[in-house]
């Protein structure tokens, strides 16, 4: 869901219903870090990290052959 949408949902909710729903959010957090295994979420961090420096490359590269091509 894009922020957009997600604006027009909270002008649409009670104040109340959208603090219940982070509290419920964060409480549900909590209880799946209790059943993942310890050091999967810094693995799951690393790995996100990873992946952002990988499209990170295939930008750079595509910008320095744009810029090979154009001169």
């Given at each position: 869901m894009?922020?957009?949408?997600?604006?027009?949902l909270r002008e649409k909710l009670p104040p109340e219903a959208v603090e219940?729903?982070?509290?419920?959010r964060a409480e549900m957090r909590k209880g799946m870090e209790t059943i993942l295994p310890p050091g999967f979420l810094e693995h799951r961090r690393a790995a996100r990290k990873e992946m952002?420096?990988?499209?990170?490359?295939?930008?750079d590269?595509?910008?320095k052959h744009t810029?090979?091509?154009s001169a």
């Open positions: 894009n922020e957009e949408k997600r604006k027009k219940h729903m982070k509290a419920a952002l420096l990988a499209f990170r490359s295939m930008i590269a595509a910008i810029e090979e091509k």
